[in-house]
Each structure stands twice: as structure tokens, then as C-alpha cells.
């Protein structure tokens, strides 16, 4: 018996010292998978990542440069501390690996292939602008190396009807999540006389649910690293509600106080501005907060147009993507700046001026109509390509699309921050395997030699992938995050708040609830839906529509690509 087992033991270490030789053959097939690998990570991060922050810099809480900085933090952390949970998904959960038994090489230059064929398809939806779904790119090209390599068996069919049916269902629950969401907050808030006390109420709530969901969808992935994975399901369930009354309590005693006498100290003056503004023309009588005393401001002197500026100067970085003002023509497409070059009389900048025509013809979406009422009665302002004549209002559109006040703004800023954050955290952990889940699978079949290896994802890979999402975020994410914040629909901060919210939300019940769904469907679906409710006119439908067929094509085009790289190893290289 011993006899037995020692030639056993002797011939599997032959064996396997044998594969492992042969094994080392393929060096050049891991190398060139790290190098496509870190490519892929950074169109995910041109792409995907304008899902947590497109918002918030369409909205002006933060800008370009500060949403890079916040995602390259969160994304980073996310992907070391959630991604190798995810990761195993994308290991084993599209193909069979069983089949690739005793062909491992034809498996790992199947993992090139697929992530060669996701990123070639990312990093063109980049160029165009297009938000499209990561892990839909590189399930397309894995099914697509698999039908070379060994035909239509071992394809689990039923993912990719998961698939169809999350370009439907995505946009659909989470537009009807927002939709919901911002008729409350405009008919409890924003529709108010004086929204701040409604809004001040409100807060508590909205914190404790932005944290709530948060939270369980960190903590519901089970990330090891956390220990999370050793949390039952009613522990976690605890935990979070506990963290979201704690949060409650916490701004309703803290946040809430500081708040309300920020917004009397800091913005009474520019309230009754923009109330002046918009009502009857003529001298204006501001009170100051602290004293008491009233001052009137004529409007011919010097103050009554500081004012002006001050008003507009904080939104202006808004329509121009940077904080920086100084240097840069001001455009005539925001409300703030449209106040004060009417009474200015400033000229806009004349490449900007196919944008002013736009503006006599839309819903008021960016409030030039007020500034009509800044002009005297029988003036005529007269400002490149835009006239404005007295008491007429130069857009006579029952649709109008309000814009947020800045006491208002200021309520929901921390709130959309706090949301896109979140989600950049938990992206950095779902979408890092799109990047790396195929470039684990290659190290894994590299160094064990087995297509089943149980082996946990090795940490350092994953923060390999964190640092090509960051790249690929500061290099190119300004493409797409445009196309998220700003050219889909005009977004404030109530809107933002309430399209990441509710998408976040979405995303987390229909995930455990089997229902499939993408997160960047989700998150179009919400801004597309919000948009539409603030004005039927201010959503671009053509670019929605050029998104859908985005949408429809990248299955197949990252499957075509990945399958004709696969044909080239197997007839040509291997």
C-alpha cells in the first residue's frame, strides 16, 4: 500500500512538474495580458466612472478637477477593499472553464482576447461620448472568444437574456424610482414660498436614507477584507438601520442648526437679489442680517451690479466645467450670467452664439426669461444675437424648467457629494472586475495551472486595476461626464441628489431581489427621467437615443472583436 502511494504521489509530481514547464511557455501570453489588462482598466475608467460623478460637475457641487480627485481616492479603496468579491463573478460566471481541461493556454489567450475586445469597444463609446456598461462589454467578448474556441457549448445563454432584458429595465425602474423621488422633493421643497425651513425638515430623512442604502450595499457584497462576509444578513440589516438614525440624529442636532445660519448669514443678501430680480423693477432694500438696518441699492450704482456679479460668479464655473472664471468667456447659457449681462450689457462670446439663439427657442431652461424684468420699461437691450425688448418675455413657453436657489443649492451640495462618493466607492469594487476578473483568471491558470483555482484574488492586482481606472479617469472621464451632467439635460443639485439616489437605490433592490440590471442604464434611465420632469423640452432625445443604440451594439461589437483576436491566436500564434 505504501509501495502504491508513494509511485502515485511521485507520478502526479511528475505530472504536474511537466505542465508547469509547458505552463511557463506561455510567459508571453501573461505579459502582453498585464499590458491589455491596465488598457482596459483605463477605458473603464474613461467610461464607467462618469456614473458616479457626471452628476455632480453637471450640477456645479464639484468640479472636473475635484470629482478626479474624490473618484481617484474612493475608486482606489474600492477596488482593494470590495473588489475580490466581485471579481469571481467575471472568473467563472459567463463560460463554462470547465471545457478548457487540459487546454489552459487556449483559456488564457481567451482572457486577452475578451479584455483586448471590451477595451477596443470602450475606449471608442469614450471618444463618442456614449455611457455604456462595462461588464456588458466584456461578457460580450467573453462569449465571443468562447464560440471560436470551442462553438456555442458551455455559453450560459441565459446571461445574455439577463442582459437584453437590463436595457429595458434598468432605464425603466430607476427613471420611475427618480421621477418619484424628485415630484416629492419639488412638492415638499421646491415649490414652497420659502423652501428652506421644508428643506431643513427633509434633510435628516435624506441623509438617513442616502446612508442607509449606502451602507447595505457595501456591506451586502461580503467583502473579505472588511469582514464583511462573515456578517449574517439581519446583522447587516441592523447595522445599517442603526447608522442611518445615528446619521439622523447627528444633522438634525449638528448639521441642520449650522445650516440655517449659514444660509441667513451668507446668502440673505443674494435671496433678495434674485427675488428683486424677478420681481418689479426699481431699487431694491436689502436688510442687513446682523444690524437690522435697511439700505436701499439703486440700480444705477456700482453695488447693484457687484451684486449682480456675485450672484452669477458662484454658478458661472457651472456651463464652463472649471472654478476658474477669470480668464474664460463667459457664455450666455446660464441663468446667473443672463441677470447680470442684461443689465450689464455685455456681449457674449460669439462662438457661444448659435447657444443664445437656442435660448429664445427652448423652455426656460436656463432663466433668461428673467431677465427681462431687469430691464426698464421702454428699454431695449441689445446683446449679440439676442434682443430683448420691455415687458415682452423673448420665451413664450408654457414649459418651463426652474432652476434651483441658492439657499436650496446649498441644502442638497454635501448630500450629492456624499451620494457620488458612495458610488464611486462601491464602483471602484464592482467595475474593477470588469478590468481585472479576466486578468485574475490569467495569473490564477498561470500559476496554479488548473481552470478551477480556488485561490483568492490577489490584492496587488487589484490595486493594479484601481491605478488604471484612476488613469484612464483623469485622461478621458471629462468625455462622458459631460454627457452625464451636462448635455443629456441642464441638472441642479435637487435634481442630482434625487438621480443618485434613487438609482443607487435601484441598483441595490434589484440586485438582490434577481432582477438584472446596470448601473449606468440605471443612471441614464434616472437623468433622462428627472430631466424630463423638470421640462419635457430639456432633454436631448437624439442623445439618448444614440446611447440606446450604444447600448444594443456592444455586445456584439465587443464580441466580434474579441472573437476575431481569438481566431488569430488559434490559427496563427498558438
Partial sequence: MDTTTLATLAAATTAALAFQSDMSGYLWLLVLGFIIAFILA???????????????????????????????????????????????????????????????????????????????????????????????????????????????????????????????????????????????????????????????????????????????????????????????????????IGSAFITALAVWFIVCPRLKKKINRDFSILQLVFIGLNGPVGPMVITDPHSGRSHTIHKDSGLYKDLLHKLHMAKVGDCIGDSDTEDKPIRRNNSYTSYTMAIYGIQGDPKYKDTDVGLQRRSRVDSYSSSSSVVTNGSTVQDGSVTVEAGKDPVLEEDELEVDQPAVSLLFQFLQILTACFGSFAHGGNDVSNAIGPLVALWLLYESGSVVSSAPTPIWLLLYGGVGICAGLWVWGRRVIQTMGKDLTPITPSSGFSIELASAITVVVASNVGLPVSTTHCKVGSVVAVGWLRSRKSVDWHLFRNIFIAWFVTVPISGLISAALMALFIYVFL
Fill in 42 to 240: 483605463f477605458s473603464v475608467g474613461a467610461n464607467d466612472v462618469a456614473n458616479s460623478f457626471g452628476t455632480a460637475v453637471g450640477s456645479g457641487v464639484v468640479t472636473l478637477r475635484q470629482a478626479c480627485v474624490l473618484a481617484t481616492i474612493f475608486e482606489t479603496v474600492g477596488s482593494v477593499l470590495l473588489g475580490a468579491k466581485v471579481s469571481e463573478t467575471i472568473r467563472q460566471g459567463i463560460i463554462d472553464v470547465q471545457m478548457y481541461n487540459g487546454s489552459e493556454h487556449i483559456l488564457m489567450a481567451g482572457s486577452i482576447s475578451a479584455m483586448c475586445g471590451s477595451a477596443v469597444w470602450q475606449l471608442v463609446a469614450s471618444f463618442l461620448k456614449l455611457p455604456i456598461s462595462g461588464t456588458h462589454c466584456i461578457v460580450g467578448a467573453t462569449i465571443g472568444f468562447s464560440m471560436v474556441a470551442k462553438g456555442h457549448q458551455g455559453v450560459k445563454w441565459m446571461e445574455l437574456l439577463r442582459i437584453v432584458a437590463s436595457w429595458f429595465l434598468s432605464p425603466v425602474l430607476s427613471g420611475i424610482m427618480s421621477g418619484i423621488l424628485f415630484y416629492m422633493v419639488r412638492k415638499l421643497i421646491l415649490n414652497k414660498a420659502d423652501p428652506v425651513p421644508s428643506g431643513l425638515r427633509a434633510l435628516p430623512v435624506f441623509y438617513a436614507i442616502t446612508m442607509g442604502i449606502n451602507l447595505f450595499s457595501i456591506m451586502f457584497t461580503g467583502a473579505p477584507l472588511l469582514g464583511f462576509d462573515r456578517v449574517p444578513w439581519w446583522g447587516t440589516l441592523c447595522i445599517t
